[in-house]
């Protein structure tokens, strides 16, 4: 007599592999996830879909779904791009011009100081810093005395060339590569309206108000840190002896840098890049006091219109998306790079 073969149990959450999920895991992990996305879309979806809304639309709703709750105009944009075309096309320009700019120099700049801390040591004297801290100061204080600027960096420098040696010898203690990466990065713990008045004060005195140049500085300065940090992780993660054996084939260390080290860093550029363009391109307060009518910002001129005709969705939909547009465009063609560089630093030994 035959015995009987028992069936196979129909297992709902069995697994294919020890790091597999089971399909009822996976399941739950994309009703989650769709769910997170609707949560995030929407404000987008909210935007997109008021543009096109006439204001009797937005006061009398909440409408979402066009051609069923309401019918699309156009007048939001006809009235952002023709009757405003001139508010709004120069803030748009000065915005792409000083982002784009003031982030290529910021990467450029940093780059460079994040190799140059990583790969060559330094090691600064106390007396040497105390001593430039303090003709810094000087040339400040006598700046505001009435003597030309001119006159006041040139005694500066006459005066730290004569004395630097003298000053390192007194105080011999000196500080290392690890401590000049944590000053950079220091500059960002303070808040910039600790310092926009000094900075206010500057350009004005330099006759840069209000121009692109004043912003292109300042954004610079101010993401340069993020830069030096970011970057310096990245460096950490080559392997070194990739750039000794070029050094022993004869390559100078800007070949090295050139060549070897900047294309093997192209993930983290450009999730660094386009970091740094984000706070560019949203910046405000730095904007707001540097700038007045040339050179306003994008951010400026949004508060400058909901300040003058009051919140006017309809209105202001359209300048937030065509703010946001080119910075999404921008990470969607990044984004096989941004997903490796994201991972600055996450991997260690």
């Known amino acids: 007599m035959q015995q009987a073969v028992p069936l196979p149990r129909l297992r709902v959450a069995r697994r294919t592999s020890p790091y597999a999920p089971t399909w009822l895991g996976a399941l739950l992990s994309y009703l989650v ?3 997170w996305a609707v949560v995030v879309l929407f404000p987008i979806f909210w935007i997109f879909v008021t543009s096109f809304k006439l204001p009797i639309h937005v006061n009398d709703g909440p409408f979402y779904l066009p051609f069923i709750d309401f019918s699309p105009s156009g007048d939001a944009w006809r009235y952002i791009f023709v009757d405003l075309r001139n508010d709004t096309l120069r803030p748009y320009l000065n915005t792409v011009i000083v982002a784009l700019s003031s982030s290529v120099l910021a990467l450029a700049l940093g780059t460079s100081a994040a190799y140059g801390i990583l790969r060559f040591p330094y090691r600064p004297r106390l007396g040497v810093i105390l001593l430039f801290v303090a003709l810094a ?3 400040v204080v006598a700046g505001g005395l009435g003597v030309p600027w001119q006159a006041g960096v040139a005694s500066a420098v006459v ?3 004569l004395l630097r040696k003298e000053a390192g010898g007194r105080v011999s203690r000196s500080f290392g590569n690890d401590d000049i990466a944590f000053w950079i990065i220091s500059q960002r713990i303070l808040p910039p309206v600790a310092v926009v008045i000094p900075i206010y004060v500057m350009f004005q ?3 840069l108000l209000d121009t692109h140049l004043a912003l292109i500085i300042t954004y610079t300065a101010v993401n340069l840190p993020i830069v030096v940090w970011l970057m310096r992780d990245y460096f950490r993660q080559i392997s070194i002896e990739l750039e000794e054996s070029a050094a022993i084939d004869g390559a100078s260390p800007f070949r090295i840098f050139l060549s070897i080290v900047l ?5 983290g550029l450009a999730a660094t890049f386009l970091l740094v363009l984000v706070f560019s391109w949203n910046e405000y307060l730095l904007a707001l006091f540097l700038t007045s009518a040339n050179a306003q910002t994008l951010p400026l001129s949004i508060a400058a219109q909901n300040a003058t ?3 006017q969705w309809w209105y202001m939909s359209v300048l937030i998306l065509i ?6 465009a921008m990470a969607i063609a990044l984004e096989r790079y941004i997903a490796r560089g994201l991972l600055v630093g996450a991997i260690k030994g």
Not at 263 to 267: A, H, K
Not at 323 to 328: A, D, H, K, L, N
């Open 263 to 267: 294309p093997l860093s192209t993930p």
């Open 323 to 328: 703010m946001i547009t080119p910075v999404i």
């Open 33 to 35: 996830l769709a769910f």
């Open 205 to 207: 005195r330099l006759h």
């Open 137 to 139: 100061v000087l040339t």
């Open 159 to 161: 005066l730290f060339l």
């Open 309 to 311: 005709r009051g919140p």
